[in-house]
């Protein structure tokens, strides 16, 4: 086709197209030979809406080929996918060779019958006191680190990422080694200088060959990171369900994720919710955090560790006030702490684990630790109330 009648921000129009299908591929062709690739957001009638992942800069109305491939996004998965770098798109970024795919998969991922989900009940020990004692983290759970811009949300992770391993636990778990731990990293929106972090971190506690890093830097296209923690997680999907490794997926900045969602709504001209978020934010951001879990009959299993900066650091903003419904449970990460120089700043009264009660205990943990938990809970309000008594 070369019936491109309007270009909006991300967003093309297409006229007198046959057949358009809803989300399906469209490859475009500019007059200066280069390819984009776009997704089909709306058919109406001989219109089709199109948004273009690499962005629309340069788009001709009258020279722009354009292709429609009927067929859905897919991405090529690999276990050879581990130690590797890729951009938002899934394109290798670290000069070696491209990935040889065992399968393509598509990137929404496949629905999982909730009966064939399994409790998460193996606790993961971080080694970071306040999430241990007091918020544990369960194997195949979703819980987000609540942050703020400046905060150290990104060193809690990459500590996350290096001490993270299983307490022991019965003897029918068979995996105690390490080697099938695997980290998945995606970046949205993220500045040189956190991307460089991240990567070093790995780099030299020698785990970068069981990571897989994702990177949509903050000069690149907004659209992008719609698709980024998608392909992300459809590469945790495999590792997970197919190679039967236990998958940690690290999704950063779940906001820039959020307001890439709010410009593509703009551009559509949709009617926009609270703060100008579209309505429809919270099921979106449902499938993504939904994604993590244990399947019956796998070995594997998807812990979500997504990071969150909230403007202003308001908790009562769409975005973290969504994702707390969602996930289970929250890590939040205190300014006032951090001006104190303390290390993590983990305030432990807003911060919650929902799934912890079911993986401490005898036989998991300690036969006291849910006791001593809500001792140190105890205390540590009582100490706030004496702190409000100064004041």
Do not use: W
Request: charged share 20%; hydrophobic share 40%; proline share 6%.
């Amino acid at each position: 086709y070369r019936t491109v009648c309007g270009v909006n921000g991300p967003l093309v129009v297409l006229d007198n197209v046959k057949f358009a299908q809803y989300a399906e591929i469209v490859n475009f062709t500019l007059p200066n030979g280069t390819s984009r690739s776009g997704q089909v957001l709306e058919v109406v009638g001989s219109k089709a809406i199109v948004q273009v992942f690499e962005g629309t800069s340069g788009i001709d109305a009258k020279q722009t080929t354009c292709e429609f491939t009927g067929d859905i996004l897919r991405t090529p998965v690999s276990e050879d996918m581990l130690g590797r770098v890729f951009n938002g798109s899934a394109k290798p970024i670290d000069s070696g060779p491209p990935v040889m795919a065992e399968d393509f998969l598509d990137i929404n991922g496949q629905p999982i019958n909730p009966h064939g989900r399994i409790y998460p009940e193996e606790m993961i020990q971080t080694g970071i006191s306040p999430i241990d004692v007091m918020n544990s983290i369960a194997r195949g759970q979703k819980i987000p680190i609540f942050s703020a811009a400046g905060l150290p949300h990104n060193e809690i992770a990459a500590q996350i990422c290096r001490q993270a391993g299983l307490v022991k636990k019965s003897k029918d778990v068979m995996d105690y080694h390490e080697d099938n731990f695997a980290i998945v990293f995606a970046a949205m929106g993220v500045n040189m200088e956190t991307a460089r972090f991240f990567k070093a971190d790995f780099e030299e506690n020698g785990s970068m060959e069981n990571v897989c890093l994702f990177l949509n830097l903050a000069n690149d296209p907004t659209i992008e990171r719609i698709i980024t923690p998608r392909l992300a997680l459809t590469t945790a999907e495999f590792l997970a369900y197919q190679c039967e490794k236990h998958v940690l997926v690290i999704l950063t900045d779940m906001s820039s994720y959020a307001e890439a969602l709010r410009e593509v709504s703009a551009a559509r001209e949709e009617v926009p919710g609270r703060r100008g978020f579209p309505g429809y934010m919270y099921t979106d951001l449902a499938t993504i955090y939904e994604r993590a879990g244990r399947v019956e009959g796998r070995n594997g299993s998807i812990t979500q560790i997504p990071i969150l900066t909230m403007p202003n650091d308001d908790i009562t903003h769409p975005i973290p006030d969504l994702t707390g419904f969602i996930t289970e449970g929250q890590i939040y990460v205190d300014r006032q702490l951090h001006n104190r120089q303390i290390y993590p700043p983990i305030n432990v009264l807003p911060s919650l684990s929902r799934l912890m009660k079911s993986a401490i205990g005898e036989g998991m943990t300690r036969k006291d630790h849910g006791d001593v938990s809500n001792q140190l809970y105890a205390c540590y309000a009582i100490g706030k109330d004496v702190q409000a008594m100064k004041a």
